[in-house]
């Protein structure tokens, strides 16, 4: 396919915005377009990829709202355009000599289309086969995933070895990676998620320490009481409402509480939005709350690659890939982040 | 009266914890006791003192609900025992040899009571007489607000000259301070408080260069809207609730909320307590919140008395007294703190 000059590429664009619920498809549409990748019609200084994996990430939802200063403060995706996520890609023409046909490329914000031309400066990533890493390990440990998990425990959890973490969200696509990062740093690791199934495996592959169900124990107070006799020391936040109310009852002096994400408030108007009641506690425990964005932590993406590399390396962290196929499976693996449907990071394979 | 060998002192007790609301006369109770101050009857490294000046101040409030792991988490005052604050004495007798009678005495907990005998490792500061500050003023800039404002703004809010600060409270204690220590750090700052004499007091004696009437624009985000059309950057939160909602619609990325204390919030049992909806705004603005206590930062006292005390000397800080006479105005002291019926920091003069 690699030598073909005309392909039709399919690719989702973003029909109208959602501003409650999960984005259904009178939100996100699909078409065909046809795309020439002759090299006289690829401008210099461009590349024409082929779309291998696509990562589905819920700050995508923030994209999709129409609204610009809410929540997450990211850009909207332009009505009618092709919406973009993070990816990878494999090169099929190169109108750069830093890239040649055959090479995979990672790029942060890669059409979600079969087929795309972009300026070579839109590569994050060469990949290097000689680190025999998985391209899809690139959308995940190495990814936005593992990035957002690192600079959560990290950069703003200063673990210490012993200390109390929580974990929420526990077997989405960060909070796996956030809790075997904790158990690294030789801390002890609680985390949360919605199925027996996801417990069983959070425990046994992953080496969490406790996992709640919290369907199974919906007083999340008293589970916390339970599994933290000790207090919580880092509480690493990816679902918000309810769920932080509950861990600020809970907290340590000097607690750590990195906001990841908070997916269960994504899909409404703040003003609908659960309110957090015992903030207060924030002050007798001197709590340090830190929004982050990826974006903000960029200087320090070497030493993230650099340290998560080494534990694939030495097999010291295990990961896990919900694998959807095609482009058309975007809209349900977009809507499957906002159930408990899931477990682990959610990839399309194109 | 120092001659004196035999006093009854007038005392304030905790005759019963008050879980909601402001506490009354059946929570907080009055008594003459009989004590002695003659040199045999003082243990030796003890003090006798005389009271002169008292800080009323709003995290008292926090010591009489009976509940121990509750909002400031601090230790609750025992039934039946006298309550203590922070305060100003005069040495009576001393069997002591660093301190002489006549000597004026800082001291954190001192009972709320006319005379006290007290361990002489009681004594925070003794007062220098040749630093020419008045000693009602060890309670105010150079004490709790004072304190409480300086590790507000220059701890955590690390004001950046010509960034937008915004001061809840603006007319308490703690406020007018900070609000002026940001002016000084070269920020613009706007306050909100809740009459118009305060609108005008903050404006042409303490240098705000805008204040919001809350009574008068009871939209605070409408308020915020025209006063903050660049954003905040720094929130020194007094009030807690509603306001800090508010105020998490116009953060800017990297704003840094130091959490004073929540002073509309102390009344109520917590699940009672008005719920924030829009914690998201953190993670995209990538906010900052940190709750703190100053029995955390002692270890930079010195550098704040350094600080302020030049500021004092240089008459480049302001500040204003509520004086309140007599032991058993505590009780209304302490009420008043909760309405907005105050200009400035309330003190008691014995």
């Not at 006289?40 to 129409?66: E, N």
């Not at 058309?328 to 399309?348: H, P, Q």
């Amino acid at each position: 396919m690699e030598g073909v000059d005309n392909v039709e590429s399919k690719e989702c664009y973003m029909a109208a915005y959602s501003r409650d619920g999960v984005p259904s498809s009178d939100h996100l549409k699909f078409r065909i377009v046809s795309l020439s990748l002759a090299v006289d019609s690829i401008p210099d200084d461009h590349i024409a990829i082929r779309s291998l994996w696509i990562s589905v990430d819920p700050y995508l939802r923030s994209r999709m709202t129409g609204v610009e200063e809410d929540g997450l403060n990211v850009t909207q995706f332009p009505i009618n355009q092709v919406i973009v996520s993070y990816g990878v890609g494999k090169i099929v023409k190169s109108k750069d000599e830093k890239y040649k046909e055959g090479d995979l490329v990672v790029i942060a914000e890669m059409p979600v289309a079969e087929y795309s031309v972009l300026p070579s400066k839109a590569v994050t990533t060469k990949i290097d086969p000689a680190l025999e890493v998985s391209p899809s390990e690139y959308l995940n440990v190495l990814g936005v995933p593992g990035y957002a998990a690192w600079v959560g425990i990290q950069v703003i959890g200063k673990p210490k070895a012993g200390e109390n973490v929580f974990i929420s969200a526990a077997a989405g696509g960060v909070g796996m990676i956030a809790g075997q990062l904790a158990k690294l740093k030789g801390c002890r690791v609680v985390g949360s998620t919605g199925s027996d199934d996801k417990v069983k495996l959070l425990k046994e592959e992953f080496g969490f320490d406790e996992v709640i169900n919290y369907k199974k124990e919906p007083d999340l107070d008293a589970a916390l009481s339970k599994y933290f006799p000790n207090g919580i020391d880092i509480y690493f936040e990816n679902v918000g409402g309810k769920t932080l109310e509950a861990v600020l009852n809970h907290v340590n002096t000097y607690a750590r509480i990195p906001l990841s994400g908070m997916i269960s408030q994504y899909n409404e108007v703040w003003t609908e939005r659960e309110g957090v009641r015992n903030l207060l506690n924030m002050v007798g425990k001197e709590v340090h709350m830190q929004g982050f964005m990826l974006r903000s932590y960029m200087h320090l993406f070497g030493d993230f690659a650099t340290e998560m590399g080494g534990y694939l390396k030495e097999q010291k962290l295990t990961s896990k890939l919900k694998i959807n196929k095609g482009i058309e499976s975007f809209l349900d693996s977009m809507g499957s982040l906002f159930t408990s449907s899931n477990i682990g990071k959610v990839v399309i394979q194109v």
